[in-house]
């Protein structure tokens, strides 16, 4: 079953589907709403496949409901949306697909069978964008690993930085650890030196973002 408000994607996507030998359009519908209307006539597809934007009701909302209704439907949602929000929403109500829709006719045919057969699937421009955001990810946890210990930072200036980040005045520090003000005010500059900051709430941000005070 497919639904899309696009009367020509949806009889694109119907005449390349027909032309299989294993595969039948059985029901088309312009919105979710429709597509409950014929579940509920009886029309019981193996597979939805449907886009996200659609008016009265979208693909998510659509997805959740036949989740709940009718489990035995396999869900594939086709959109021209990437972003891993909405990937992220559509597997979260019940998806079993996902696929963008410059995609290959092979790869849907491939997602369509592969679904079919109880398993899920990502279609390979959305699954290279996921890999690049954790290789990004990846690399910004190695450069804030690799600052920490280019960071080397005493016990006494440690002990300092964590007082200046519950808001101690050089003053109140110097009292604390019976220093002079002018040598708590030398690890402070010490500290905003050695952290690249350029002033001490810029060093406790640093601070607190690489785990150095609580």
Known sequence: MLAEDHPIVRNGIK???DTQDNMRVIGEANNGREVLELLESGVMPDILMTD???PEMDGVA?????????????????SMLNSTQNVAQAFHAGAQGYLVKNISYDEM?????????????LCEEL??????????????HAQSDKLIQEV??????????QLIGEGFTNMEIADRLFLSKRTVEGHRQNLIDKTGARNSPELIKFAVKNGLIT
């Open 52 to 54: 996200i934007s659609m």
């Open 62 to 78: 659509l997805t959740e409901v036949i989740a709940e209704r009718f489990p035995a439907v396999k869900v594939i949602v086709l």
């Open 152 to 161: 080397d930072l005493s016990d006494r200036e440690l002990e300092i930085l």
């Open 15 to 17: 005449m390349l589907l």
């Open 127 to 140: 699954s290279m964008l996921l890999l690049d955001k954790l290789y990004k990810q990846s690399d910004l």
């Open 109 to 121: 045919l491939f997602a369509i069978q592969h679904i079919h057969r109880g398993r899920r699937y």
